[in-house]
């Protein structure tokens, strides 16, 4: 019998794929697939009752081809040196699909999150900081961290607090890290990035009425039947942003204790008031309790959006799920031979590293926030409103036609950062939408993930020529 292969050379095998199609030199493919530095440290920690504790973390920095590195940091019991190396490495080709210009990083801290107060959680994540602080592997320049599993907000402002204090002199401080609380340095629109990325995303995908055809699809998403499984940050967002802004029809959600259906459609805002008010997604009134949970993946819709954990589907269940489209907004919902499963059955998988590239997005733009010291809008809000009037009142004079009050401020006004934030993500996502589709139109019978990887690793490319790095 054959080991299974380790995370970090499943990452590599897809790659492999991918550069097969490439006519890159070799020597720059093996350059882009190493981890170009990673660190293992260990660190006391004095728990709240006295007892000293050693905690083992990782830092990897996969490609330094552009600078920052970015990416997450888990405290997860199970993180281990591969599963950063391989998360590391999967965060450079996101960050690549949608021209985020960050190489890829990943951190973990090897603890159960909730078998530690809130004083040691803030005891390790400062230490943690300080650590990576003397190693050189933090920094606005060097490597911006950014929340993962069982991390959030919260974690973040310790890490930018830690950090300014180590760094007096760095006036660019604030931009050590994203995610942070909006008054602590963050930006508006954070939180809900990812889900409304895979709106965006999905909306793209669906207007496209020769991708739709033989999917058996009318194009545009309103109407679709969509089913989400995790209704946590990313799968209520998703799920909210399609039902509100898309006019998708909720058909199904599955969440950890079960899953409800109704083919007449789930108001998604209503099922999380219930949720919140019972403590459980069941007895929805109108809706229909399934048996278990995991009969939620296999009801008929059109868009299957798997938003909860990784390997949620695999060739035990692939051939009982009855939908068109696979928008994969967690990390690794699908196995390797599950995707392959679907791509010969002519199901669309619209893949992780594009379709949940949200995040880093946004983080990006909080970076560029941070490095600026001023938020987006706070210039030109006033003068475009103004402009905008005054181009109104000449319409007036010249038509004679006179708007109301309430129509003169909706024409006439300026972008909040909000507003600034969602327009650079939809066009982040349309952009590399159509950059990934037209590589899968020019190599016949690839899938979206495959083209996604060509896209990342031609963009990696481009950087090292440019640098004069290779001919
Ligand atoms: P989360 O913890 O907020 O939500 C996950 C939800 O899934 C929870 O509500 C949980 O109860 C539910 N869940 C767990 N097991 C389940 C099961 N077996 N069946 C149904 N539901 C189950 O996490 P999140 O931030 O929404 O992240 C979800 C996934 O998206 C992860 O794979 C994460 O790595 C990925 N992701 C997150 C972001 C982000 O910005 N948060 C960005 C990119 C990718």
Redesign the pocket.
């Known amino acids: 019998m054959t080991a299974p292969i380790s995370f970090f050379e499943q990452v590599n095998s897809n790659f492999d794929r991918a550069a097969a199609l490439t006519d890159h030199p070799a020597g720059i493919l093996e350059q882009i697939k190493a981890i170009n530095s990673l660190i293992h440290f260990t660190f006391p920690l004095k728990r709240d009752d006295g007892r000293m504790e050693v905690i083992h973390a990782w830092r990897a920095e996969h490609s330094h081809h552009m600078l920052p590195c970015k990416g997450g940091i888990r405290y997860a019991a199970m993180v281990d040196e591969d599963e950063v190396m391989a998360l590391a490495a999967l965060m450079t080709y996101k960050c690549a699909i949608v021209d985020v210009p960050f190489g890829g990083a990943k951190g973990g801290v090897k603890i159960s999150a909730h078998e530690y107060s809130e004083r040691e959680l803030e005891r390790i994540t400062r230490r943690f900081t300080f650590e990576l602080f003397k190693k050189n592997f933090i920094g606005p320049g060097l490597d911006v961290p950014s929340p993962?599993f069982a991390t959030g907000p919260r974690e973040m402002a310790w890490i930018a607090d830690t950090y300014a204090t180590l760094a007096p002199h760095d006036i660019n401080a604030l931009g050590c890290v994203t995610a942070k609380p909006v008054q602590h340095g963050g930006i508006q629109g954070r939180t809900e990035a990812?889900g409304r990325g895979i709106f965006y995303a999905l909306r793209e995908v669906c207007s496209l009425g020769r991708d739709m055809r033989p999917l058996d699809l009318s194009p545009g998403l309103e109407g679709k039947r969509v089913v989400v499984?995790?209704?946590?940050?990313?799968?209520y967002h998703a799920a909210k942003f399609l039902e509100e802004e898309g006019g998708a029809v909720i058909v199904g959600l599955?969440?950890?204790e079960g899953a409800i259906a109704s083919t007449r459609g789930l108001h998604v805002e209503d099922v999380m008031a219930h949720r919140r008010a019972t403590g459980s997604l069941l007895d929805f009134p109108g809706a229909t309790n399934l048996e278990h949970?995991d009969l939620g993946l296999e009801l008929e819709c059109d868009i299957l959006v798997p938003?909860?954990?990784?390997h949620a589907i695999t060739l035990d269940n692939a051939a009982r799920i009855k939908t068109k489209i696979i928008a994969e907004?967690?990390?690794g919902p699908l196995s390797a031979d599950a995707s392959q499963y679907f791509h010969e059955h002519g199901v669309m998988v619209v893949p992780d590293a594009f379709i949940?590239a949200g995040?880093v997005t946004v983080s990006y733009f909080e970076w560029l926030k941070n490095l600026q010291h001023v938020r987006f809008g706070r210039m030109e809000k006033r003068f475009e409103e103004k402009a905008s009037r005054q181009m109104l009142s000449a319409i007036e004079q010249a038509t004679g036609t006179s708007f109301s009050e309430d129509q003169l401020g909706s024409f006439a006004r300026g972008a909040d950062e909000i507003d600034l934030v969602n327009s650079g993500l939809e066009e982040t996502m349309i952009k590399a939408y159509h950059q990934i589709r037209e590589i899968k139109q020019r190599h016949k019978d690839i899938d979206l993930r495959t083209a996604a990887m060509v896209s990342a690793i031609d963009k990696i490319v481009t950087v090292y020529k440019h640098r004069g790095i290779f001919p």
């Not at 499984?229 to 799968?235: C, E, I, P, Y």
């Not at 938003?307 to 990784?310: F, G, K, N, T, V």
């Open positions: 993962d990812t499984q995790g209704l946590g940050n990313v799968g599955v969440e950890y949970r938003a909860a954990l990784e907004a967690a990390n949940n995040g």
